[in-house]
């Protein structure tokens, strides 16, 4: 499978506790992209890294939020002391270039209770 | 600001029908991009189409035609003989170029239910 990759696909942990979500990119994708969607609406944008740069962040990705692509390929985001309004589905996204289609992976689906 | 909306939260159809899932964008940079995402069931948001604001030119890809009108800054997206498998969530979404490409904003979906 060619495709973006998601890890775990589900996720059930209780508040306070830290997660850490995994990305693989489609190969040769310089950039990679993390969404949280939850019930009911549509994605909001998180961050985006250019190859390992990490070139924006939203005002939606608290300190207790931290995104890293330390070799420019696989992606992390971590949640630090999870709270239930962190309950999402965390969406990633990759693209060849800045001016390319981006395909997204099938999300992780973070339950916090 | 950049906005999305999809005033239509929820469509049912009877298959073989057609359907237009409306979507209206606010922005106040010159030069930006719409598209159209398809979310099955399975979770993962399939791309569909992506215009940019010099190109008015209707599109239409087999069953889907996309009417993009920057006088009424609508961007509509048109399935034509509806089938279930069309059965998903829409959403419409913008992206500046001047302020950020990358930071795509999603209008809150369309959910689109087709009936046999």
């Known amino acids: 499978d060619t495709g973006v990759s998601q890890n775990p696909r589900h996720k059930i942990t209780k508040r306070g506790q830290n997660v850490t979500f995994r990305c693989d990119p489609i190969?040769?994708?310089?950039?990679l992209y993390w969404y949280r969607q939850t019930l009911g609406q549509g994605p909001e944008f998180l961050t985006y890294?250019?190859?390992?740069?990490?070139?924006?962040k939203s005002r939606l990705l608290s300190d207790r939020f931290s995104a890293e692509r330390p070799k420019g390929s696989f992606s992390t985001l971590e949640i630090q002391r999870t709270e239930q309004g962190d309950s999402a589905m965390y969406l990633c996204?990759?693209?060849?270039?800045?001016?390319?289609?981006?395909?997204f992976g099938q999300g992780t689906r973070l339950t916090v209770v | 600001a950049q906005k999305v909306t999809q005033a239509q939260t929820e469509i049912s159809v009877v298959e073989k029908e057609d359907v237009t899932l409306d979507c209206v964008y606010e922005?106040?940079?010159?030069?930006?991009?719409l598209f159209w995402y398809k979310q099955p069931p399975s979770g993962e948001l399939v791309f569909l189409i992506r215009?940019?604001?010099?190109?008015?030119q209707n599109e239409i890809s087999g069953r889907y035609s996309w009417n993009f009108q920057k006088s009424t800054s609508s961007f509509n997206f048109t399935i034509t003989a509806s089938q279930v498998v069309d059965s998903a969530v829409y959403f419409c979404a913008l992206s500046e170029w001047e302020t950020s490409y990358d930071k795509v904003i999603f209008g809150p979906g369309t959910s689109l239910s087709v009936i046999p």
């Open positions: 996204a990759s693209s060849l270039e800045e001016d390319s289609e981006a395909f």
């Open positions: 190969s040769e994708h310089n950039r």
């Open positions: 922005t106040r940079d010159t030069t930006y991009y």
């Open positions: 890294f250019q190859n390992e740069a990490q070139l924006e």
């Open positions: 215009r940019n604001s010099f190109d008015e």
